[in-house]
């Protein structure tokens, strides 16, 4: 099976026209960020259904075999599906700018490349050469532990969530959830519900705070709440390798 709707221009489009401005402010704000469209609804059903055909996968993980949650998810190979390779090379160097503000406050190397296909180059280079881009599938009684996706050294800080089913429709449940450490507070929790083909901008790791001494990083981690009813399908794009 393949996926053809769309042209590499119109889905660089869909992220061109997104308010990056504001997005910024509120990944600033909260550590995440919902988006607009990125996909059709077909697109999504077609990348949705592609988790059937084994070929376009590098492994598959059983969640609860490893007590990461309950679920499954593959990883997909270097060959990545059209939509999948293009929404990724359209979204880094729109992500870039706000990498690079984040290493700056925080007073981390923020040196990645302009092109995503230098920093891959990179990743390959420290031995982080395999695939992260991941299809993920849930169905009643699932869900994902709170958690980071950190293979090695190589570490791009923010990564994007895209919902293939409709929240209420396909599924109960299910939602996002973000858990943030606060320096000498308690943390606070947030809950997404993923509209079908929207992204989510969200932290890989933390995301800076400013405090009386200046800027820290507050750390983060990301899962999925339980999966009431239905089923639940999302596409992670990933902007290192593992």
Known sequence: MTVTIATPAARAERVGAQDWSALATELDEYGHALMGPLLTPRECGELADLYEHERHFRSTIDMARHRFGSGEYRYFTHALPDPVRELRAALYPKLLPIAQDWAARLRRPGSWPHRLEDWIAQCHSAGQTK??????????????????????????????????DTPGVDYTGGEFLMVEQRPRAQSRGSAIALPRGHGLIFTTRDRPIRGVRGWSAAPMRHGVSTVRSGRRRTLGLVFHDA
Do not use: C, E, K, T
Not at 145 to 158: E, S, V, Y
């Open 131 to 164: 695939s992260s881009q991941i299809l993920l599938r849930y169905s009643a009684g699932d869900w994902n532990a709170l958690h980071r996706d950190l293979f090695g050294d190589m570490i791009f800080p923010l990564q994007v969530v895209i919902g293939l």
